[in-house]
């Protein structure tokens, strides 16, 4: 019996927090919950490091700079979507160079900040169950398997 290895797909998400305050973005023409805010984030490109891609979406997204010191490892999901099985990770910092802004308009309708205990209604599902164990301090979930 021949079986194809199982493959996940890797997504990297930024809690850039301010105080009590996290950094929110409303997607829109993505064709993935538009209309509903998530977190700076993306895809890793084949022999990218899950920092590296952090770094590279979170300046492409909000124009800001990281380091990789600077970053905690703050939750990891595995979830499915569809077909599709994800592992999505979210790191956690309080230290970037610049100034958070839209540098994607074409997909972010607004970037805002938000007190992380009062999250908007209109948040992609995921994110909300990871900023929601983030703060609990659990470090591990699974999202969307029932």
Partial sequence: MNKERHTL???VYLILQKGNQILLLLRKNTGYKDGNYSLPSGHLEGGESATDALIRET???IGVGLKKENLEISHVIHRRSGELEYIDLFFTTKNWQGTPQNSEPEK???VKWVSIS???KNMVPEIRHAIENYQKENYFSE???D
């Fill in 118 to 120: 009062d999250l908007p």
């Fill in 108 to 110: 972010h309708g607004e």
């Fill in 59 to 61: 300046k492409e997204e």
């Fill in 143 to 145: 999202f969307d398997w």
């Fill in 9 to 11: 797909r890797t997504a």
